[in-house]
């Protein structure tokens, strides 16, 4: 499987294949894209095309990112939770004229699991928020979720999206036995450096590699991955040193 990290909690999945985008937050996301419109540059093209399905862990636009354009552009299958789905689905129409992208939503919620065109979500836990501001009016989306993603022969990832440490990771761990783990460690929005690696040494019994994300996109996000390694000790020899849109084989 390739792993591509875009910055922020931005992940593309490949495999057999099939191309998962994984809260494709690219445009506006200083650590990938400038600030460049979506379709303006040849590195957006590249990391869109090909998009096989898209998984959203929760509403928030650093999250959602760029999938209205990605549904009306490639028509993904996109994993997510029941609320943020319809919401999302409105969207789109108003953003295509009226007309459904084509995209495919499999509206879910925590703790299901969707297989489709050999690509499987189980949506856990997370300790968040989700929502979205219109018009000086927060609405919300749902809850806030972590992504079980199963690719055909593949490591079994756990995206975590925005998170606490919470004790039942051990119990995710133990039932899905995630070998990569996408955990957030920039501190204010999501558990910082140490938190995360405590979760990292005492509840993730299987994982073979983990990817620090959440960190470093924006000022007030001051976790980093060296802080991450130094609190992890032994176990730091699973974080490879990943930088934005650069891809790893596993």
Request: charged share 15%.
């Amino acid at each position: 499987m390739r792993v591509t990290w875009f910055g922020h909690s931005a992940f593309a999945l490949q495999a057999s294949g099939k191309k998962v985008l994984i809260d494709p937050f690219l445009t506006g996301n200083p650590t990938f894209n400038d600030g460049a419109a979506p379709g303006s540059t040849g590195r957006y093209n590249e990391v869109v095309a090909g998009v096989t399905h898209v998984v959203l862990t929760h509403g928030h636009s650093d999250h959602t990112g760029d999938i209205i354009d990605i549904c009306i552009r490639q028509k993904p299958v996109v994993f997510c939770n029941y609320d943020l789905g319809v919401f999302l689905m409105e969207k789109i129409a108003a953003a295509n004229g009226g007309a459904a992208s084509g995209a495919s939503f499999e509206l879910m919620n925590t703790g299901g699991t969707v297989t489709s065109d050999g690509v499987s979500v189980t949506l856990t836990r997370a300790d968040h928020s989700s929502g979205v501001l219109e018009n000086g009016v927060s609405h919300a989306l749902g809850m806030p979720n972590g992504a079980i993603v199963r690719l055909p022969d593949a490591p079994v990832v756990w995206h975590m999206g925005d998170t606490d440490l919470f004790t039942d990771m051990a119990l995710i761990d133990a039932l899905h036995k995630p070998e990569v783990v996408c955990m957030p460690i920039g501190d204010r929005f999501t558990m910082g450096p140490d938190t995360a690696a405590y979760a990292a040494t005492h509840f993730l019994k299987h994982s073979k590699t983990l990817l620090p994300c959440h960190w470093g996109t924006f000022g007030l996000l001051t976790g980093t991955p060296a802080q991450f390694r130094t609190a992890l000790g032994a176990a730091a020899a699973k974080v490879p040193n990943l930088t934005p849109r650069q891809a790893i084989t596993l």
